[in-house]
C-alpha cells in the first residue's frame, strides 16, 4: 500500500523560507508524476507545483520564482523550497502521487505571519 508523509510546516515570518518534504513508502515511485497542493481556509485545494517522473515542473503563477519542487527518485522523496513567503502562502499542504487513483498524504500547516 502507497503512503505519502509530508513534513516541513510550521509558522514562519513574512520573507522566510520553509522546506517541505514527501517521503513516499511502498508502490513504484519513479513511474509517477508527483505534486504539492495546498488549501486555505474557506478556499478550495489548488496546484502549487508538479514534477513529472522525468523532472519536468510546473508552477503556480502566484509562486513563479519564489517556490522550487525537487524529486528524487532513490530516496522517493519530493521537496518543496519556499521562498520569500508570503501571508497568502498560508495553507495545508499536501503531496500528491498522480496515479490511478490520487494518492495523498496527510497534509502538514503552513503558517505566514505578516
Known amino acids: 500500500q502507497v503512503q505519502l508523509v509530508e513534513s516541513g510546516g510550521g509558522l514562519v515570518q513574512a520573507g522566510h523560507s520553509l522546506r517541505l518534504s514527501c517521503v513516499v513508502s511502498?508502490?513504484?515511485?519513479?513511474?509517477?508524476?508527483m505534486g504539492w497542493f495546498r488549501q486555505a481556509p474557506g478556499k478550495e485545494r489548488e496546484s502549487v507545483a508538479t514534477?513529472?517522473?522525468?523532472?519536468?515542473?510546473t508552477y503556480a503563477d502566484s509562486v513563479k520564482g519564489r517556490f522550487i519542487i525537487r524529486r528524487d527518485n532513490d530516496k522517493k522523496t519530493i521537496s518543496l523550497q519556499m521562498n520569500n513567503l508570503k501571508p497568502d502562502d498560508t495553507a495545508v499542504y499536501y503531496c500528491?502521487?498522480?496515479?490511478?487513483?490520487?494518492?495523498w498524504g496527510q497534509g502538514t500547516q503552513v503558517t505566514v505571519s505578516s
Open positions: 511502498g508502490g513504484t515511485f519513479s513511474d509517477y508524476g
Open positions: 514534477i513529472t517522473w522525468g523532472g519536468s515542473t
Open positions: 500528491a502521487l498522480i496515479g490511478v487513483p490520487w494518492i
